[in-house]
């Protein structure tokens, strides 16, 4: 699959009047890929459903059609494989994968707590990201839980201060679109 993605899905395949809580024109704006340039991030919070993902893939094959690098990975796979990469002694080598991509998009930070090591690792590929590459991150998990997520405030916050210095964060509220036509079947549960 290209770049990795889950699903290859654009911002034409997108139904911006199902989720109104979305702003239709800094969507557009970010589209630009104005953000890649300028090296900074961009966040999507939100329950599941939402088009968190979606609108990250969107935003990755607008990069590929502008011939920029991209790469696409889980949360869940990444400090997996950065886990693996370190206990074989390869870390800095395998690290490359994440840091060289113009734009990484890192899905569902937050739906697995993290240990020391997966922290310290997700913590260096941010700083090391940083004013650098673009990364777009998905979360449920709104910021003031990310001392809980990653054990340690400390290190939350100084994650943190890199991602969000340069960064555009979108908050989605409303309803799962997955959920959509069992909603409207008037099936609650
Ligand atoms: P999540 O926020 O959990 O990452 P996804 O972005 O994967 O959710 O969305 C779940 C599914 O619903 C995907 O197939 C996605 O393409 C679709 N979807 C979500 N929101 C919309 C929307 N507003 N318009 C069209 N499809 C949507
Ligand atoms: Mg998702």
New binding site residues.
Partial sequence: RMANFP?H?TLA????S??PSIDERQIRELASLTFIQEGSNVIFL?P????????AVALGMEAIRQRMSVYFVTMQRLVADLRRAYQEGRLDKRLRIYTQPKLLIC?EVGYLPLDALDAANFFRLVSERYEHGSLII?SNTSFTNWGTLFGDQVLASALLDRLLHHATTIN?RGN???MKDKLRAGVTH
Avoid at 13 to 16: H, K, L, S, Y
């Fill in positions: 699903y899905k395949d997108f139904d911006f199902f989720q939100g599941p459903g939402v088009g968190k993902t979606h609108l899905d998905t989605i799962s679109y997955r």
